[in-house]
């Protein structure tokens, strides 16, 4: 987790568009995420940005979100998989 939240000067080229009340829409659940340890990435913001614009629909938004969280479940359950085999091949090794 980066220390500062600091997205709007990160990528402030992705909030040039918004409104004042779109930045805050934008923003906070941003925020909320990070402070629950999440690290929103460049395409977090991308993809909460266009469905504040209105360039995708609220469905697409969270098939998009959802598609993004099971991926990376699979990626941390197929990690936490090979530590494990390591671990049980270290321990039968001894």
Sequence with gaps: MSDHFDLHLRY???FEPLTEEQRRNV???LASSWLEGDNPTREDVTLLIDYE???ITAEEYDRQALAKALAYQVLTSQNAGSQNAGQQSAEEGE
């Design 53 to 55: 614009l209105g360039r």
């Design 12 to 14: 402030p080229e992705l």
């Design 27 to 29: 923003m906070q659940p």
